[in-house]
């Protein structure tokens, strides 16, 4: 990577990548959503990808979102704005009011306290349910056998539309088995959306199905 490219440089050659991972497998690539992530970058370093067209975001952080992105949302209504990490319950409200879509539902108190604040607000956000795809104690996400019965939950319990689910693979490892079995949770609780392959994987998530892609240091270099 070169100093004199830059983030729009980045991102092209980040779509190019895409559009041969999904020729590769046989996909279309307007059936992949490429997702910014955003995290630590700047609302000024934001604009030139919106001007760009660039609709799809993602941030790790609640708060953090909050201080960069209503300025953004005024001035480009229609961008889709993805919590990608971690919920505490004590945030819910502030993450239904602020996001499109939550990715990181993993809990039966989250998802009761989201059902809950969506009524108070007369707003839900789309939901995925992330899995933690390679059981690791440090990680986030409902485990892999608890995930069927976490989605039945969500459903009956809460009343919660859950359209896909979310993985983060273990680092260091390849990723293809880890988006193969999260492929495989989907498709038997009939769930249409996976959000799964970052930076240095996301040709093999297109490969799997990932129908959205989140890719943060390819466009913004490393953080
Ligand atoms: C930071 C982050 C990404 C982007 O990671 P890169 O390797 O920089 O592309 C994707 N998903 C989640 C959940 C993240 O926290």
Same mark, same amino acid.
């Given at each position: 990577?070169?100093?004199?490219?830059?983030?729009?440089?980045?991102?092209?050659? $980040?779509?190019?990548?895409?559009?041969?991972?999904?020729?590769?497998?046989?996909?279309?690539?307007?059936?992949?959503?490429?997702?910014?992530?955003?995290?630590?970058?700047?609302?000024?370093?934001?604009?030139?990808?919106?001007?760009?067209?660039?609709?799809?975001?993602?941030?790790?952080?609640?708060?953090?979102?909050?201080?960069?992105?209503?300025?953004?949302?005024?001035?480009?209504?229609?961008?889709?704005?993805?919590?990608?990490?971690?919920?505490?319950?004590?945030?819910?409200?502030?993450?239904?009011?602020?996001?499109? $879509?939550?990715?990181? $539902?993993?809990?039966?108190?989250?998802?009761?306290?989201?059902?809950?604040?969506?009524?108070?607000?007369?707003?839900?956000?789309?939901?995925?349910?992330? $899995?933690?795809?390679?059981?690791?104690?440090?990680?986030?996400?409902?485990?892999?056998?608890?995930?069927?019965?976490?989605?039945?939950?969500?459903?009956?319990?809460?009343?919660?539309?859950?359209?896909?689910?979310?993985?983060?693979?273990?680092?260091?490892?390849?990723?293809?088995?880890?988006?193969?079995?999260?492929?495989?949770?989907?498709?038997?609780?009939?769930?249409?959306?996976?959000?799964?392959?970052?930076?240095?994987?996301?040709?093999?998530?297109?490969?799997?199905?990932?129908?959205?892609?989140?890719?943060?240091?390819?466009?913004?270099?490393?953080?």
């Amino acid at each position: 990577m070169t100093t004199s490219e830059t983030d729009l440089d980045r991102l092209e050659h $980040v779509q190019a990548r895409i559009r041969r991972a999904a020729r590769d497998a046989g996909r279309k690539p307007t059936e992949i959503e490429l997702v910014c992530v955003t995290k630590t970058i700047s609302a000024a370093r934001i604009e030139p990808l919106l001007r760009a067209s660039c609709r799809q975001f993602g941030e790790n952080r609640v708060q953090e979102a909050m201080e960069k992105w209503p300025s953004l949302r005024a001035a480009f209504p229609e961008l889709t704005l993805r919590l990608i990490g971690p919920l505490q319950t004590n945030k819910v409200r502030d993450a239904v009011r602020l996001f499109d $879509v939550i990715e990181t $539902v993993d809990r039966p108190k989250l998802a009761a306290e989201i059902a809950t604040q969506a009524v108070r607000e007369g707003k839900t956000p789309r939901l995925l349910v992330q $899995v933690n795809i390679g059981e690791e104690p440090q990680k986030a996400g409902v485990l892999p056998e608890d995930a069927d019965a976490f989605l039945r939950v969500c459903r009956e319990d809460f009343g919660l539309a859950i359209e896909g689910l979310m993985c983060i693979p273990p680092v260091d490892q390849l990723a293809s088995p880890y988006f193969a079995k999260l492929a495989e949770i989907a498709a038997r609780n009939g769930l249409s959306k996976l959000s799964m392959g970052m930076t240095s994987d996301f040709e093999q998530a297109i490969k799997l199905g990932a129908t959205e892609i989140r890719v943060g240091s390819a466009i913004f270099g490393a953080r």
